[in-house]
């Protein structure tokens, strides 16, 4: 059975890490930044020596084709992102798209050819860290999120990303978003926690996910010198925020293994030393994996906001701005895979999306299958994030498979 | 008696307080951003139109000389600060500068000579909102705070202190920081607070202060994805950091009128919505009236960062990086204050700073009076911060007064 050549696949992740590489040994590339910039020519270098085209999309997303022989037939397409949070790992989107180069390195070492096109995708803006929303180049993409929106997104410093793609000046064709039907899509991704690892298993299959409603809490106190304004006079937004962090923190931590919350991101005004803040935005998430549960964390989380502000004489207004699942895995596309896993001799367990990815959003619009390989230290979105070069070959192989029995 | 003109005093308050006017009626000039600088020129003006020589020094702080009679004689000196916190008033500090303009504008209106000297001064970064520490250019001046060091503090943006003074490029001598004496500092100022006008006095004569520690409390936690990340497997640094900032308000609030505790500013590290926050660096302080309280409150701190630590497995370091008080106050100075409150018919109080201000370091260096006029709405460091124009006008009498007694 043809499979990934493990050494090549784990150079090239690791050369590809090298771009942005932090001193604890993650990565960071914030979404078209300078460094990203980078990591998508490095890509761009590798698939042209393939003797593929690329095409990039008016929203950053980078495709390479590989011909099949029916021109009729919808395109196979595996990747992931390269973008990073600001100080992630090597492995979170990386080994998705250096996986599938591997597997369209492999079909030209044996000069394959499939009947369908086999297409690499590198989506752009998946993490959000930099420009919210999070799988920003599937998303619109699939149609999910309008071009002009997302276009005009802005980061901290008021770059939107209309002007951050041009900023990165990339040559070849530029196409239209989306557009255009899939065959199938594949993607394989470091598991962003311990389960796999845990239960000793080499491969999670997708199978469903929590439910996560994003908000942002807007706490409007009142600004006052932080010394002759009395105690009893204060409405102190930080203050106010912070018991809602906490009060979040508590609504997750109550669901044991079944539920998370968040608070991890916040706004400050004025945020400077002499000032009582007036106002703190809270982005904050709730996530469960039945619908009943988090109708409850919904109604805690209204509670909190509400009695905080009662309590502290500050306004708090909670906006719902994002939701995920649950979504609609492939049973299909997940038994094809597991096949290939029996195959390859590898185990495999069934497994929740507990984040987005960007095959969350294309699950709606064409057969996906989302599959995992293990994390050894359990962690993520941390310059610790490892897998073993052994791990990520057998994810590699399963792509391998998976991508020639899809595109025949 | 002679008495300052209310309604030019008034007038050039509020043409001052029209320079980084905001929204909401109050002021925004960050330290030597282009506002203060502009400020900075308006005053130059209205100074250069009293025929006044005016020198810069290396720090900033300006300085403009009417000659005495006396040349062996060392000068009186006025004033106060321009610079404002990010969403400020038209009051704090810009008053005590206007004020002392009032004063030198009246003794030439008069042509009065004096045998000492009188210079208004406006010291440069007081608010330390931009810069750290506030009271930069007094402090610098009397040798309490290196030069160098103040050359090289930055703002959020790495621009030093010697660069923005660079930008601001202006006119006029410079010349060295400090190193010669004043006969007497004296400065007016609006109440920061509520109490000049819950007790109905119009002066607040400042007889001494809160003692005040200044903290930062450096947590670090652990970096993970928010989502498959157990709630179990977490050590979020702003989770503890939200407990920190709590048990600090608590520790104030347990002191009534006699304390105050801060958390106003936080540095957040990542601070996007996809990582669990691995550090979080919170500046807080401590305020007491006596020094065995704040002994206690410290503790009581300490303790709060041990706790924290060790219930949630994350680091907390807490440094201390300033202090003031408790300050000498010069009891001579402060009764020829009151004396020419009583001769203007003004009822006075005593009260402390809770705050640092321009004369406090300043006290240190030569006889200083620091009095303050009520605040119509009991804020400060706030836009609704206000004092109406005969509040405005009685304390610019008594600086008249008082500087006249100084100077002979």
Redesign the interface.
Known sequence: MLKANPERLWDALMELGRIGETPGGGARRLAMDALDGEARALLRRWLAELGLAVATDRLGNIFARREGTDPDADPVVIGSHLDT????GKF?GAYGVIAALEVLRRMADEGLATRASVELVIWNNE???RF?P?TMGSSVFVGDVALDFALSRTDPDGVTVAQALEALDEPGETVAVGGRPFAAYLETHI?????LKEAGKDIGVVTGS?R?R?FVASVTG????????????RH?A??A???L??GI?AI??A???D????????E???????????AVRV?C?I?HVEAGPLAEMEAELRALCERVAAERGVRVELAQYFAFGPIDCHAAMNDMVRGCCEELGLSTMDIL???SHDAIPIMGYCPTALFFIPSET??????AEWSTPEQCAAGADVLLAATLRAAG
Request: net charge negative; charged share 20%; no cysteine.
């Open positions: 949070v600001p100080t992630g979170d993490e959000g860290a919210s999070m598991e962003q926690g311990p389960l929590f996560a994003y009142e600004a006052g010198h932080v010394g002759p304004t009395l105690m009893e006079q102190d930080l203050a925020a912070a018991e962090i906490l923190e997750g931590r669901r044991g293994r539920g998370r919350s968040n608070a991890p991101h916040l400050l005004s004025p945020n400077v030393r002499g000032v009582i803040p007036n982005s998430d996530r999306a507990v984040a359990g962690i993520s979105h941390n310059e």
